[in-house]
C-alpha cells in the first residue's frame, strides 16, 4: 500500500516513526543536531495540529490541513521538496 492509499492517521504514525521526522521536530522545538524519540514527535504532532488523538486526522479538516503543512515543512527541510515561500 502506497502512502497515497494510507489514511492520515496511519501516515502520522509512519512519520513519527521516521528519524529524520524526529530530528526535524528536535529542532523545531529549538534543540537542533538532537532528535527526539517517537513519542515526542507524536505530541508534538498532535499539539502543532490541534488535536487529542492522531485518529482525528481521519475526521477533522482542519487538523489535516495542518498535518499538510507540517508534512510539507519536514519534506522542504528534508530537502525533498523547494522550500515553500
Do not use: Y
Request: charged share 25%.
Amino acid at each position: 500500500m502506497t502512502s497515497a492509499h494510507r489514511n492520515s492517521a496511519q501516515q502520522a504514525g509512519i512519520l513519527c516513526n521516521d528519524k529524520g521526522f524526529q530530528r526535524f521536530v528536535a529542532e523545531r522545538c529549538g534543540f537542533p543536531g538532537e532528535e527526539f524519540g517517537a513519542s515526542a514527535a507524536a505530541q508534538f504532532l498532535r499539539s502543532f495540529c490541534g488535536i487529542s488523538s492522531r485518529r482525528a486526522l481521519d475526521t477533522d479538516e482542519a487538523a489535516q490541513a495542518r498535518f499538510g503543512i507540517l508534512r510539507t515543512e519536514f519534506d522542504a527541510w528534508a530537502g525533498r521538496i523547494a522550500a515553500p515561500r
